[in-house]
């Protein structure tokens, strides 16, 4: 095998744990690295404030994230998975006390569901829009529905519940399914996330500075990725191909963020 094969196979293998807090950079750094790229004296002190706190919000994040086990959170969204189905079982076996006691508090679920919810869940007697009462806090084109809903759910308080529940396991079976769809699950190589997150803001405060950030392996942007991440302590394999990939994940959250909020 070449040389340079095993130089990129082995930058292939990095894992999180290779990544230990970073260390600030000094003053001394700092201004080597504006002089190597060329950084006028005006942007050179907002260059350091801006890597400074950039370490000091990893030495917060990394902990918490490493602290966050990826098999433990399926563990505990499978548990809460099956421990809605056993509460629907047990729901089904309640007796004529346990369903009038559900009665008797299941209306509240009015202020919680929508009428449209209602409607879905039970197509063939879904409530009605009429209303002989003003409750009160409510705005006034609520209070047909609302006031509805409540005799809708306290004639049928079980079912309503079975209903809310079901949809709750939907979401964590889905949930489960989605951290198990994870190539990361499969044996895939584990996404270095902090690594990413650095790469973004590094590309902010190259442009802010006044910079173009490119993505070529003799960029100064990659340069400059290199010089910052060899001075705070981070290997720096593999980040030839990790720069354009941090951008294009940071592109399709923002995208996909930007869809939920339509």
């Not at 190597?36 to 801006?50: G, N, Q």
């Not at 409530?127 to 529905?145: A, C, F, H, I, Q």
């Amino acid at each position: 095998m070449a040389k340079a094969d095993r130089k990129n196979n082995a930058a292939a293998r990095l894992q999180p744990a290779d990544f230990p807090l970073p260390k600030r950079l000094s003053q001394e750094k700092v201004s080597g690295i504006c002089e190597a790229f060329r950084i006028s004296d005006r942007h050179a002190a907002e260059l350091k404030d801006f890597l400074d706190e950039l370490v000091d919000s990893l030495h917060e994040w990394m902990p918490r994230q490493q602290a966050s086990d990826r098999q433990g959170d399926r563990t505990r969204l499978a548990k809460m998975r099956d421990g809605i189905a056993a509460a629907r079982h047990r729901l089904e076996g309640l007796g004529v006390d346990g369903r009038l006691a559900v009665r008797s508090t299941a209306a509240e679920l009015a202020d919680i569901v929508s009428g449209d919810w209602l409607r879905y869940h039970f197509p063939s007697d879904a409530p009605t829009r009429t209303s002989l009462l003003l409750l009160r806090g409510l705005p006034r084109e609520r209070v047909d529905e609302t006031h509805s809903n409540y005799q809708f759910i306290q004639g049928r308080a079980p079912k309503t519940v079975d209903a809310l529940l079901r949809d709750l396991e939907a979401v964590l079976t889905s949930a489960v399914a989605t951290l198990d769809s994870d190539p990361r699950a499969r044996g895939g190589l584990e996404l270095i996330e902090c690594r990413q997150i650095t790469i973004v803001n590094l590309g902010q405060i190259w442009q802010r500075i006044g910079k173009k950030v490119v993505g070529t392996p003799k960029s100064d942007f990659v340069a400059f990725c290199h010089f910052v991440f060899g001075y705070i302590g981070w290997p720096t394999g593999g980040l030839v191909r990790a720069i354009p990939d941090a951008f294009k994940n940071y592109l399709n959250r923002q995208q996909k963020r930007a869809r939920l909020r339509k």
